[in-house]
């Protein structure tokens, strides 16, 4: 089909394969096209190809986690860092390289789902749902020229679903039960045939939890449930044109502990998120052309038990994006897209003795309008360099331009040498500009610089090692300020730097040894770290197939010297160090159906990642998980 030949002829300059000797594959048998990183650049690249670090999360890898939470999975991998205020619904982020989160933008299912009304325009790790996840891609390193406002320490992809591309059918399911009363499924079905591929996936999570605050008059435990769908599909109208729709729903709702409320385990929440990405691929000569429409929108409430607040987000991207096969070793794509963010605020109203008695509400949008082009070129076989640069007119701040340069080199069979320079940036949100109460519409974008350097090496018994130093810095950041009221312009520069190390090691035919350590240094312009950052993070990874049947696995995550954090008084308080074990054990039967145990928290460390915040004591969760 021509599509397909079409998409593999596209990754030949990834892949080092000329378009003909790739549809001569094609012809012959599929072509296995290695490890894919679908982020890292305009178009889908090699892994080993490209010169950003990216850390990939396959279905497998995900399914045989020990680890019940999506934040918690990621924060295994190097520079990534997870925290969350209480157990599984709670509100959870992810910073990359120290990075709060409203540096690293959100995609799920290609289509971005941060929340426009949240106060910085964050993603909420807390409302995704453990089993709902397919594959992750987390991209670090500032990604503006690809991404646009808010890519500066990277971005997080997450796939819900996809449709198959091969003709055929496959499906899953899974259920677990466990601790604090959690109950857990996973339901995932695809289907294609020579023109069209569907696929769809249905999970459910719930949880009686436990309390999220560790103190004094708290002890009500917070529950949580989720409902998350996601789906993918295509439909080849001819040889040269392909239709296709991919979305997500999710519903969540949940008990908080609202600090500073009358009662503060009165809290509760609920939220509806839904996505929707259209699209139509039309191949011409050596032009593939793409046209996309999506729509997030995500309708939330919170409420401490006397007042409920109301916050609606929406954004619609139009987009166009054209990608031009010079020949076997360039590639040039291009295009432009236009961005409408909309957002309702809910502020409280206060009397003259500071007590509550009403909520205004405030309504705004902005418009940013964007061009964009990426030049990749093999410049010998064993070098690749690519090129993108980015220009974006928001309707608040005028223009800002952002590029990057990445390069790899494949200096020997074994060793691949890569590094990046790119410069980002970030619009102050729509909270940040006009909540009725914190908001500051006298705050400019921030821009950042960006560069790494790495190594990576392939042994010949199956080992690997690689490396990465880091650095990032940003302008005149925007953050809370107790002095204003609301938020403000930071003088000065803001810098991130650090070290990542992984690696992996065979011992023997049936056990394999992971590991990685991250050296995070990230501080203010008054020399201050920034909060919930260890500076020291070590985790250790140990899979083992005992038997043909019977399967183990082992993380171990050691996490230590955090600056002092808010919690939740008033003031920083001290972060112990931490380490966490947590451990997974599975049995295969005849009919290929798994049986598995996995435990989390294996020692029953007691420690906590935001203060007066508790984490899982020693729980243990059962499972069964079948293909068909």
């Not at 020229?145 to 059918?169: H, M």
């Not at 046209?291 to 997030?296: E, H, I, N, T």
């Not at 035919?509 to 020291?536: E, I, K, M, S, W």
Request: charged share 25%; no cysteine.
């Amino acid at each position: 089909m021509t599509r397909i030949l079409t998409t593999v002829s596209a990754l030949a300059l990834g892949l080092g394969l000329p378009p003909q000797a790739a549809q001569a594959q094609e012809d012959a048998a599929p072509v296995n096209l290695g490890t894919l990183t679908l982020y890292a650049n305009l178009t889908e690249f090699r892994l080993s190809r490209t010169g950003s670090a990216v850390e990939l999360l396959t279905e497998e890898e995900l399914d045989r986690a020990p680890e019940t939470t999506l934040a918690d999975r990621l924060d295994r991998l190097p520079g990534v860092t997870s925290a969350a205020n209480g157990g599984p619904g709670q509100t959870a982020s992810v910073s990359l390289r120290g990075l709060p989160n409203r540096y690293a933008p959100v995609y799920i299912n290609g289509i971005e789902a941060t929340d426009t009304s949240a106060p910085q325009a964050i993603f909420n790790f807390g409302n995704v749902l453990p089993g709902g996840i397919a594959r992750a891609e987390v991209v670090k390193g500032s990604q503006s020229a690809l991404y646009g406002s808010e890519a500066v320490g990277g971005i997080v992809a997450l796939d819900t679903v996809k449709a198959p591309d091969a003709p055929g059918r496959e499906g899953k399911a899974s259920a677990e039960v466990g601790s604090f009363g959690t109950r857990n499924a996973t339901l995932s079905y695809g289907i294609a045939d020579e023109r069209s591929g569907l696929a769809m996936s249905l999970s459910h999570f719930a949880t009686d939890g436990y309390s999220a605050v560790e103190a004094d008059g708290y002890d009500e435990d917070d529950g949580f449930s989720g409902t998350q769908l996601g789906f993918d599909g295509y439909y080849d109208a001819t040889d040269a044109l392909r239709l296709g729709l991919s979305g997500f729903y999710t519903r969540v709702e949940g008990d908080y502990d609202a600090n500073g409320a009358p009662d503060p385990e009165a809290g509760d929440f609920d939220s509806d998120s839904r996505g929707l990405r259209a699209y139509a691929e039309l191949q011409t000569g050596a032009v593939l052309h793409e046209l996309s429409l999506s729509r997030y929108l995500i309708d939330r409430t919170l409420g401490d038990g006397s007042f409920d607040d109301d916050y609606d987000s929406r954004r619609d991207v139009l987009a166009y994006t054209g990608t031009w096969e010079i020949d076997a070793d360039r590639s040039f794509t291009f295009g432009a897209d236009t961005t409408r963010e909309a957002a309702t605020f809910s502020a409280a109203v206060y009397d003259a003795s500071f007590a509550r008695v009403g909520t205004a509400t405030n309504d705004e949008d902005v418009t940013t309008t964007g061009v964009f082009a990426e030049y990749a070129w093999a410049v010998t076989p064993e070098i690749d360099t690519v090129l993108s640069l980015r220009h974006d007119d928001h309707s608040e701040f005028g223009g800002e331009t952002t590029g990057r340069a990445a390069l790899s080199w494949r200096a020997t069979e074994g060793l691949t040498l890569r590094a990046t320079l790119a410069t980002g940036y970030r619009a102050p949100s729509l909270y940040e500009l006009y909540d009725p109460t914190y908001g500051n519409d006298g705050i400019d974008p921030e821009t950042s610089r960006s560069a790494e350097i790495g190594a990576d090496y392939a042994f010949a018994n199956g080992a690997t090692l690689g490396g990465t130093l880091f650095y990032t810095e940003i302008d005149e950041l925007i953050d809370y300020s107790f002095a204003a009221g609301g938020y403000d312009q930071v003088d000065g520069t803001t810098v991130s730097q650090g070290l990542e190390l992984s690696g992996s090691l065979p011992l023997g035919q049936r056990v394999d040894l992971t590991g990685g350590f991250t050296y995070t240094d990230v501080r203010d312009a008054n020399d201050d770290p920034l909060q919930r950052v260890p500076r020291y993070d070590v985790t250790l990874g140990l899979d083992a197939r005992i038997t043909d049947r019977l399967s183990g696995g082992l993380s171990v995550t050691h996490k230590a010297d955090f600056p002092d954090t808010y919690g939740v008084g008033f003031a920083p308080e001290p972060v112990d160090d931490y380490t966490v074990v947590n451990a997974r054990m599975g049995y295969t039967f005849d009919n290929g159906t798994e049986a598995y145990l996995r435990i989390e928290n294996l020692t029953d460390e007691q420690y906590n990642v935001v203060p007066d915040y508790q984490t899982s004591d020693r729980a243990a969760y059962f499972g069964i998980r079948a293909s068909f």
